[in-house]
């Protein structure tokens, strides 16, 4: 059985000339890297949860893409994925529904990461 495995975490604002950040993810099938993502965010984020929760949402997107090319290929993900990453803000938005009303700014992303953590 293979265990599909996300490891998603950002670097907020650390360049000290323009103050972007950079958000990364890397997807392991079992011990296998098997996708990742590296890139600097073309704006500035003011705020380090709503751009850990952008980086948790891209990686769960992956999750699903890599999901679903196996699913084509006949290979059987029989747990459910796992996601890591290290924000508890990012964790509360995407476990309480009382935080929406914050962040509607992102309102798709915010019941896309719902729908994703309900199903699995």
């Given at each position: 059985m293979l265990l599909l495995q996300t490891f998603s975490d950002v670097d907020w604002a650390s360049d000290l000339d323009d103050r972007w950040s950079v958000g990364a993810y890397c997807a392991y099938l079992g011990n296998n890297l098997v996708s990742w993502s590296c890139k600097q965010q073309q704006t500035i984020a003011r705020s380090n949860?709503?751009?850990k929760y952008k980086a948790l949402v891209n990686a769960a997107?992956?999750?699903?893409?890599?999901?679903?090319?196996?699913?084509d290929l006949g290979v059987p993900i029989v747990h459910s994925s796992i996601l890591w990453y290290d924000n508890i803000g990012a964790t509360?938005?995407?476990?309480?529904?009382?935080?929406?009303?914050?962040?509607k700014h992102i309102d798709i992303d915010f019941h896309y990461i719902q729908d994703q953590v309900l199903c699995g």
């Open positions: 949860t709503k751009f997107a992956e999750i699903q893409w890599i999901k679903s090319v196996l699913n509360y938005l995407t476990s309480n529904l009382l935080f929406h009303a914050r962040i």
